[in-house]
């Protein structure tokens, strides 16, 4: 008979790192790397006028942040048009220019695959007003000076 097997020891193999996981909120260094390298060849195609599309000549778009997938093959593109107007027509009017769009991305970045592009709004300068606000609120204020000491 075989002996009893008094310690055994679970490996979660769920929980196991890789490479690839680093921890960082936006991916690893590659993938922060080739967003760069996205968002900086888009806002080149921007500024010099080569997307020939009357939405996006007619705006004034700010591209803040690329996000890849960790095979690199998605980027999610994040536009913001100035003062935040005409944002669902914008990203119709790059949705209509994707094919072009990725095109030459393929041509000034040089990868294995040229990643798919998608185009969403970029929330954060609405997100960041609604916590001002919140934080001008009366009842913040009141909260906030009722913890200082007093000065006596």
Excluded: C
Aim: charged letters at 35%; aromatic letters at 6%.
């Amino acid at each position: 008979m075989f002996p009893a097997v008094t310690n055994v020891f679970w490996i979660d193999m769920t929980r196991k790192k890789s490479h690839r996981d680093s921890g960082t909120p936006g991916g690893s260094q590659r993938q922060l790397r080739v967003g760069e390298l996205v968002r900086h060849a888009l806002a080149d195609l921007l500024m010099r006028g080569e997307v020939h599309d009357p939405v996006i000549e007619g705006h004034l778009i700010t591209i803040p942040e690329v996000r890849m997938t960790a095979d690199l093959r998605l980027a999610t593109v994040y536009v913001m048009p100035l003062a935040g107007r005409d944002s669902d027509d914008v990203i119709a009017a790059f949705e209509r220019n994707k094919k072009f769009l990725r095109g030459e991305v393929a041509h000034q970045i040089n990868l294995k695959f040229a990643p798919d592009l998608r185009f969403r709004t970029d929330d954060r300068f609405e997100e960041a007003e609604r916590i001002d606000k919140l934080l001008r609120s009366p009842e913040v204020k009141r909260d906030l000076t009722k913890d200082e000491p007093d000065d006596e």
